[in-house]
C-alpha cells in the first residue's frame, strides 16, 4: 500500500535555529513529490515540486532535497513568519501508466518557531 | 493571495438545508478539485475534473454532488448532509490532470458547520 510519513509531527525552534522535516514514502511509480506549506484556516500554498533523486529545489529560507525513499524540507535561520503546518504528498501512477492528479498527503508537520 | 477564489468563506447550514460551494479560477488549468480537510488532519480528494468533465469521484455520498459549468467554474451542491460533514472543503486546479508537470493550486477554501 502507498504511505506517505512525515516526522517529526511537531517541531519547536527558536528563530534561527535551522533544522529539516523529513517526508519517507513507499510508493511504486513516483510521478512527484510537492511540498505544501499550510497556515490555520488558509488553503496549502504550493513550495515545490520534485521529481527525481538528487533533485534539490531552495524558495529563501527553505530548501527540498529528494531521495529514492524520501524527501527533506531544510529551513535555514527560521523566522517567526515561518510557523505552519508543512505537508508532503506524492503523485503516483496508475496502473496503465498515467497518474492523475490524486495527491497522497503526509499527515504534516506543525512547525513553530519562536522569537 | 491565492489565484484559486473559493465562496463563501463560512457557511452553517441545517442538515434539511440546500447550499452550494463555489470555486473560480482564471490561470487556463483544465482539471479542477475538490478535497475535504478535517481539523488536524490532511486534505482528502473527493471529486476531479478534467475538461469539464467528471474523471474521479473518491466513492463521495451521493449528498455531495459536483458540478463544472465551464472550465473556470467549479461548484459542489450540497444537500442533506450531516454534522460530521462539517470541515474544510478546498477547491484546487492544475494545468492537466494527468501531467507529470502540474501542481495543484489551492484555494483558501470554505468552512462548513451543519448544525
Known amino acids: 500500500e502507498d504511505q506517505v510519513t512525515q516526522s517529526p509531527e511537531a517541531l519547536r525552534l527558536q528563530e534561527g535555529e535551522s533544522s529539516s522535516l523529513n517526508c519517507s514514502y513507499t510508493?511504486?511509480?513516483?510521478?512527484?513529490l510537492f511540498w505544501y506549506r499550510q497556515d490555520p484556516g488558509k488553503g496549502p500554498e504550493f513550495l515545490f515540486t520534485l521529481y527525481s533523486a538528487g533533485e534539490e529545489k531552495e524558495k529563501e529560507r527553505l530548501k527540498a532535497t529528494l531521495t529514492k525513499k524520501e524527501s527533506f524540507l531544510h529551513i535555514t535561520a527560521p523566522k517567526p513568519e515561518d510557523s505552519a503546518t508543512y505537508l508532503c504528498a506524492v503523485r503516483i501512477s496508475t496502473a496503465g501508466g498515467t497518474s492523475y492528479g490524486k495527491l497522497t498527503f503526509g499527515q504534516g508537520t506543525i512547525l513553530t518557531v519562536h522569537p | 493571495d491565492t489565484e484559486v477564489t473559493q465562496t463563501p468563506k463560512h457557511l452553517v447550514m441545517g442538515m434539511t438545508n440546500k447550499k452550494s460551494l463555489k470555486c473560480e479560477q482564471h490561470?487556463?488549468?483544465?482539471?479542477m478539485y475538490w478535497y475535504k480537510q478535517k481539523a488536524k488532519k490532511p486534505p482528502e480528494l473527493m471529486f476531479v475534473y478534467s475538461y469539464e468533465k467528471l474523471s474521479i469521484n473518491e466513492s463521495v455520498p451521493s449528498r455531495f454532488s459536483p458540478e463544472c459549468p465551464n472550465s473556470s467554474l467549479l461548484n459542489l451542491h450540497l444537500h442533506a448532509l450531516q454534522p460530521e460533514d462539517s470541515a474544510l472543503y478546498l477547491c484546487?486546479?492544475?494545468?492537466?490532470?494527468?501531467?507529470?508537470?502540474?501542481?495543484?493550486?489551492f484555494g483558501n477554501g470554505t468552512r462548513l458547520t451543519v448544525t
Open positions: 510508493v511504486s511509480g513516483l510521478r512527484g
Open positions: 484546487a486546479s492544475s494545468q492537466e490532470m494527468d501531467s507529470y508537470n502540474s501542481p495543484l493550486h
Open positions: 490561470m487556463g488549468h483544465r482539471a
